[in-house]
């Protein structure tokens, strides 16, 4: 396989490249740029009618001159192992390529095949394409997302940052709550939030148990944490939160998007 082509294009986000760049202008238009660079975000990966202007708010707090690596952590939806990609990937925008040092200094197994159908990475791809045109991303998919996983991974990419030294930002892709009354998407995802701004990844572990918040990414969220608190991050806060009830006005059923950064 010489290159990942796009698999939900016309389904997450238009195939349409003019379409595309359009409607990541209008997001990006409506975010407003942050005052400090974080060294990792949170950013969801929906269909971008619902969730794609709280992910261009995420990638919108990443100063635009950004020419490093983007380490995107997505969780897999089909039951696949941790593993990570390694042949450049196609958006609608052209193609991004991968930092090959940098994932061979991750010592992760490499397969193309499990990332071939996933959403989790591919829906974050073209806000970096239009945005940081010049970054590379390293695509990893992570299977068990418990503590103890999370917490080895997050050496991994320390590991990686150091003997590569490269300019490194994280981006955790996650939705939140799934399909529940929309003042228990809010009530829940923000009672799992506030541990991770003071960047207390045992204690949102122990929220999400508590509360059975179904967030899809908790796992790549604690590992992007874990990362940047070594980097030497202090603390991070809600850039954005709503829900997909914003847009489609039916409250019974939404998912809940949050874009964070961690700084």
Known sequence: MKMRTCAVAG??????????????????????PGTESPLGVVSP??????????????FGAVPADFSGTFVIIGPSHRGYLTSVSSVPWETPLGVVDTDVEFI???????DELSHR????IEVQVPFIKYRLPRARIVPIMMGQ??????????????????????????VASSDFSHYVPEKKAQDDDLY????????????????????????CG???????????????????????????????????EVVGYAGIAVI
Do not use: W
């Open 11 to 32: 389904m997450f986000y238009p195939s349409d490249p003019s379409h595309l760049e359009q409607l990541l202008e209008t997001f990006f238009s409506l975010a407003k």
């Open 192 to 215: 799992a939030i506030e541990p991770l701004l003071t960047l207390d990844v045992k204690e949102f572990y122990r929220r999400v148990g508590e509360r059975g918040v179904s967030a």
């Open 117 to 120: 159908d996933e959403h989790s």
């Open 145 to 170: 997302q418990d503590l103890p996983t999370a917490e080895r991974l997050a050496d991994q990419l320390i590991a990686a940052i150091h003997q590569t030294k490269r300019d490194v930002r994280i």
């Open 218 to 252: 908790y796992g790549p969220i604690a590992a992007m944490v874990m990362t940047c608190t070594k980097l030497g991050a202090k603390r991070a806060k809600l850039i954005r939160y709503a829900t997909s009830g914003d847009v489609t006005g039916d409250t019974r």
């Open 104 to 110: 061979n200094a991750l010592g992760l197994e490499i």
């Open 45 to 58: 990966h929906a269909g971008y009618i619902y969730s794609g202007q709280v992910a261009a708010c995420a």
